[in-house]
């Protein structure tokens, strides 16, 4: 399926549709929060939908991410996130 999201785009489309919140993304790719809010609102607006369980539909129909995909170790690190069970 073909999307015109950016590659920055598609990678915080990427880590929202894993469960990451805009601060942890902030984290792993060491952008600003706002900037986030930016490519994620960029990328709803492009893809026709309103909230994040769309977009993590979306997400999927596009290939952006697997059912079965997990974050990277170095993403798990970079995001401080203790163990919860998710990812």
Do not use: F, Q, Y
Not at 50 to 76: Q, S, V, Y
């Amino acid at each position: 399926m073909s999307h015109d999201l950016t590659p920055r785009e598609v990678e915080i489309v990427r880590l929202i549709s894993l469960g990451c919140t805009v601060k942890e993304i902030s984290k792993i790719v060491g952008l600003a929060v706002s900037t986030i809010d930016t490519h994620r609102g960029n990328a709803m607006e492009k893809l026709g939908v309103g909230n994040m369980a769309l977009l993590t539909r979306m997400a999927i129909k596009h290939r952006i991410c697997k059912l079965n995909e997990k974050l990277t170790p170095a993403e798990k690190r970079k995001r401080g996130r203790k163990r919860d069970g998710w990812n």
